[in-house]
Nanobody, 130 residues
């Protein structure tokens, strides 16, 4: 059974950094686009970042562009999200996700759609204090 497990969340002061990790098991995840989405209390789940199967392309939400970096290590089946210059608006549960519906030929806009992701982790809470 496919499983994604996040780690690395926590409490950090504004301006600080965290590195989130997402370890996969049970499937050949090198064939999957891997991403991060997040959900703040009372809000919808929003796209944050995605990396393609071969790591050749990355996509970011405007809100995190220039501050967050997504990367992957297919040998370890792990995806990382380096978050820098955090501010209180980044407070949310951050979910790791995977998609077999996105290919290397998918348009960039499709990576932003949360409906494309069908395997989810349990979520890791990031709390940024002011």
């Amino acid at each position: 059974q496919a499983q994604l497990v996040e780690s690395g969340g926590g409490l950090v002061k504004a301006g600080g950094s965290l590195r989130l990790s997402c370890a996969a098991s049970g499937r050949t995840f090198s064939r999957y686009a891997r991403g991060w989405l997040r959900q703040a209390p009372g809000k919808e789940r929003d796209f944050v970042a995605t990396i393609t199967q071969n790591g050749g392309s990355t996509y970011y939400a405007d809100a995190v562009k220039g501050r967050f970096t997504i990367s992957r290590d297919n040998a370890k089946k792990t995806v990382y999200l380096q978050t820098n210059s955090l501010h209180p608006a980044d407070t949310a549960f951050h979910y790791c996700a995977a998609s077999s519906l996105l290919s290397l030929y998918s348009p960039g806009s499709s990576y932003h759609s949360k409906d494309k992701y069908h395997i989810w982790g349990q979520g890791s809470l990031v709390t940024v204090s002011s």
